[in-house]
T-cell receptor, first 112, second 116 residues
Framework: EAAVTQSPRNKVTVTGGNVTLSCRQT?????MYWYRQDTGHGLRLIHY???????QIGDVPDGYKATRTTQEDFFLLLELASPSQTSLYFC???????????FGHGTKLSVL | AQKVTQTQTSISVMEKTTVTMDCVYE???????LFWYKQTASGEIVFLIR??????ENATVGHYSLNFQKPKSSIGLIITATQIEDSAVYFC?????????????FGSGTQLTVMP
């Protein structure tokens, strides 16, 4: 079973703070994704990547940067965090663009 | 633009009965993939079942099956012989093929409660 590990599991920061969420997958998947989950909205795609050095913009990219340093590692950066970014963040990976997603356990971020 | 809609916010059923969760989608693409995922109370999200748009047969995996009605842009999830542990939030999702974006768009989810 594919393994996707997110860190940290919980994070609290203040408005204007700098936050990095990390994601590592160990199944050599090409595709990795960052989603945010908010009540009433389901899962919304922030950024995704289909390989090291590649970055694609999702549906809600404003205020977020992402970087795919290796095939295994995908980072989500919030350089000036705002309370509207308080959310549950999920990282996921897939072998191909049309294949099932494997999700991490999520990171709960609170911006005060 | 693609869109996925789940109008049922929550459903409650008795254990061992059959439940159907609705999902409708919008797409201009002639080829697409439809998925159902389950999110447990612990927050874990797992893949359940998939339907490819070009396949006429409804997908079935264990006690999960799909009711794919392409003319109606509808993909219902059917759970037979429900169990307490089926209580979760169920998400429908779609991925278009020809748009080239490889984005998976999710619906807002349906909370299923299975009662003893």
């Amino acid at each position: 079973e594919a393994a996707v590990t997110q860190s940290p599991r919980n994070k609290v920061t203040v408005t204007g703070g700098n936050v990095t969420l990390s994601c590592r997958q160990t199944n050599s998947h090409n595709y990795m994704y960052w989603y945010r989950q908010d009540t009433g909205h389901g899962l919304r795609l922030i950024h995704y990547s289909y390989g090291a050095g590649n970055l694609q913009i999702g549906d809600v990219p404003d205020g977020y940067k992402a970087t795919r340093t290796t095939q295994e590692d995908f980072f989500l950066l919030l350089e000036l965090a705002s309370p509207s970014q308080t959310s549950l963040y999920f990282c996921a990976s897939s072998e191909g663009g049309c294949e099932r997603l494997f999700f991490g356990h999520g990171t709960k971020l609170s911006v005060l | 633009a693609q869109k996925v809609t789940q109008t049922q916010t929550s459903i409650s059923v008795m254990e061992k009965t059959t439940v159907t969760m609705d999902c409708v989608y919008e797409t201009q693409d002639s080829s697409y993939f439809l998925f159902w995922y389950k999110q447990t109370a612990s927050g874990e999200i797992v893949f359940l079942i998939r339907q490819d748009s070009y396949k006429k047969e409804n997908a079935t995996v264990g006690h999960y099956s799909l009711n794919f009605q392409k003319p109606k842009s509808s993909i219902g999830l059917i759970i037979t012989a429900t169990q307490i542990e089926d209580s979760a939030v169920y998400f429908c999702a779609m991925r278009e093929v020809s748009s080239g974006s490889w984005q998976l768009i999710f619906g807002s989810g349906t909370q299923l409660t299975v009662m003893p």
